[in-house]
């Protein structure tokens, strides 16, 4: 590791117990100045955001996500201010008890320290990790990729201005250069970064798990299903599939594949209407196929191919799968499926439920878009990422997933025999 790089993560986790003594409603009083920064200066930041894009292909699925508009950035800043509204996560009481011995026990909620974040495209993750790692008591550090240098420079100048604004130490948050030899660096950066979250395409994702030598939790790629069942509604799926599809195609939470029941193939054009508007090219097994063939455009239907299911298009794309059972689209679901959101459209309650309870994902949906897997959707504020494993967080990450807990013990000279 260089000294240069050792000497930022060495004041990042100085700044880090600094952080433990700022009290909750100053935290509060900073992100809403940040916010209201980020608002002021959004003609530098956008200008800066423009350079970025500038270098990237717009057909890129990334280029969505890369993109800022003065709509975004208003979205961003009313996260910020959502969580500066939140109660503060750390010092809850998680478990009190009293020993035999006169001993008391207490399991406070309390910050992990240093978080470091590795991410591509999505300079509005520099915003959405400061603000909730800063409400949570962690210090970070910020490792982006270059397709949003300039774009996460501009936030970074923000958030720096303020923290100075208010006397307090920049090493809050910090942004590493973006170039590989930093990332190897940060992956081994043991004793200064006490948790790493991954947050990007599956390669970058898979890179990160195999090479960090510091925990890490993983922000999965959203392979995402939708099952139209037997029983289910044709106007709650028309409206259902369309939003999880078109939305915003670059995020992980849009839809991957329908699974469709055969019984039900007589309605598919009905279901997928809408997507022709956005123009949406599905990719269909045979018998969802013969059912759309001349009844949805011809330029946008192909045919399914063995590479098709199991693909994250991030892309007006779209799979569709014919089963002939309940039991059939579970089993599709539980191959293909990354864990991150699968929904039912079902008016059999029955049915509901027992996808509910058997599909192994961190979110499952009953007649709900797949689009709603977002950490401002489910009342959190803003999200660091979405958890696709099982330890410690799964699904949408918020200031609860970036505490741990330690023991306080108490006693009055009490010894062990």
């Given at each position: 590791?260089?000294?240069?790089?050792?000497?930022?993560?060495?004041f990042?986790k100085d700044a880090s117990q600094e952080?433990l003594m700022i009290?909750?409603?100053?935290?509060?009083?900073?992100l809403n100045?940040v916010?209201?920064?980020i608002?002021k200066?959004?003609d530098?930041i956008?200008?800066?955001n423009?350079?970025?894009l500038?270098?990237m292909d717009?057909?890129n699925?990334?280029?969505?996500?890369?993109k800022l508009t003065?709509?975004?950035?208003?979205g961003?800043a009313?996260?910020?201010?959502k969580?500066?509204?939140?109660?503060s996560?750390l010092?809850r009481?998680l478990?009190e008890s009293?020993?035999?011995n006169?001993?008391?026990?207490?399991?406070i909620?309390v910050p992990f320290?240093?978080i470091g974040?590795i991410y591509e495209a999505?300079p509005n993750v520099?915003?959405?990790?400061f603000?909730l790692c800063l409400k949570?008591?962690n210090?970070?550090?910020?490792k982006?990729?270059?397709d949003?240098k300039?774009?996460?420079n501009?936030?970074i100048?923000?958030?720096h201005?303020?923290?100075?604004?208010?006397?307090?130490?920049t090493?809050?948050?910090?942004l590493?250069?973006?170039?590989?030899e930093t990332?190897a660096?940060l992956?081994?950066a043991?004793?200064?970064?006490?948790l790493?979250?991954?947050?990007?395409?599956k390669?970058l994702?898979?890179?990160?798990?195999?090479n960090a030598?510091i925990?890490?939790?993983e922000?999965?790629a959203?392979?995402?299903?939708?099952?139209?069942?037997?029983?289910?509604?044709?106007?709650?799926?028309?409206?259902?599939i369309?939003?999880?599809?078109?939305?915003?195609v670059?995020?992980c939470?849009?839809l991957d594949?329908?699974i469709?029941?055969?019984k039900?193939l007589?309605d598919?054009?009905?279901?997928c209407?809408?997507?022709?508007n956005?123009n949406v090219?599905?990719y269909?097994?045979?018998?969802?196929?013969?059912?759309?063939?001349?009844?949805?455009?011809e330029?946008?239907?192909k045919?399914?191919t063995?590479?098709?299911?199991?693909?994250?298009?991030l892309?007006?794309?779209?799979a569709?799968k014919?089963?002939?059972?309940?039991e059939?689209a579970?089993?599709?679901?539980?191959?293909?499926?990354s864990?991150?959101?699968?929904c039912?459209i079902t008016?059999n309650h029955?049915r509901?439920?027992?996808?509910?309870k058997?599909?192994d994902?961190a979110?499952?949906?009953?007649?709900?878009?797949?689009?709603?897997?977002?950490g401002?959707?489910f009342?959190?504020?803003?999200e660091?990422g979405?958890s696709?494993q099982?330890?410690h967080?799964r699904?949408p990450?918020?200031?609860e997933e970036?505490?741990?807990?330690?023991?306080i013990?108490?006693?009055?000279?009490?010894?062990?025999?």
């Amino acid at each position: 590791m260089k000294d240069s790089t050792k000497k930022i993560f060495q004041f990042v986790k100085d700044a880090s117990q600094e952080l433990l003594m700022i009290k909750d409603e100053r935290i509060n009083e900073i992100l809403n100045t940040v916010a209201d920064q980020i608002l002021k200066n959004s003609d530098f930041i956008l200008s800066e955001n423009q350079k970025d894009l500038a270098r990237m292909d717009k057909s890129n699925p990334k280029y969505d996500r890369l993109k800022l508009t003065k709509e975004r950035l208003e979205g961003i800043a009313a996260d910020t201010k959502k969580v500066s509204t939140m109660p503060s996560p750390l010092n809850r009481i998680l478990l009190e008890s009293k020993r035999p011995n006169n001993m008391a026990l207490t399991k406070i909620s309390v910050p992990f320290g240093v978080i470091g974040i590795i991410y591509e495209a999505r300079p509005n993750v520099s915003i959405d990790v400061f603000s909730l790692c800063l409400k949570s008591g962690n210090a970070c550090i910020l490792k982006g990729g270059s397709d949003a240098k300039d774009s996460n420079n501009a936030i970074i100048h923000v958030i720096h201005s303020v923290l100075k604004r208010f006397n307090l130490n920049t090493h809050f948050v910090e942004l590493l250069p973006p170039d590989r030899e930093t990332t190897a660096e940060l992956l081994e950066a043991r004793g200064f970064v006490d948790l790493l979250i991954p947050r990007g395409s599956k390669g970058l994702i898979n890179f990160v798990r195999e090479n960090a030598k510091i925990p890490v939790i993983e922000t999965g790629a959203g392979i995402c299903h939708t099952y139209f069942d037997e029983f289910g509604d044709t106007k709650k799926g028309e409206d259902i599939i369309n939003n999880a599809k078109t939305r915003r195609v670059s995020v992980c939470n849009a839809l991957d594949c329908l699974i469709i029941h055969e019984k039900r193939l007589s309605d598919l054009p009905v279901i997928c209407n809408k997507l022709k508007n956005s123009n949406v090219i599905i990719y269909a097994d045979k018998k969802s196929y013969d059912a759309l063939d001349k009844k949805y455009p011809e330029s946008l239907l192909k045919h399914a191919t063995d590479d098709t299911f199991g693909t994250e298009f991030l892309d007006y794309k779209m799979a569709i799968k014919t089963v002939s059972c309940f039991e059939e689209a579970l089993n599709h679901v539980r191959i293909n499926s990354s864990g991150h959101s699968e929904c039912i459209i079902t008016e059999n309650h029955e049915r509901a439920d027992s996808f509910l309870k058997r599909v192994d994902a961190a979110c499952v949906y009953h007649n709900v878009s797949t689009a709603f897997t977002d950490g401002a959707q489910f009342g959190l504020g803003a999200e660091i990422g979405i958890s696709t494993q099982k330890l410690h967080a799964r699904g949408p990450m918020g200031l609860e997933e970036l505490t741990t807990y330690k023991w306080i013990i108490k006693g009055d000279g009490q010894i062990r025999s």
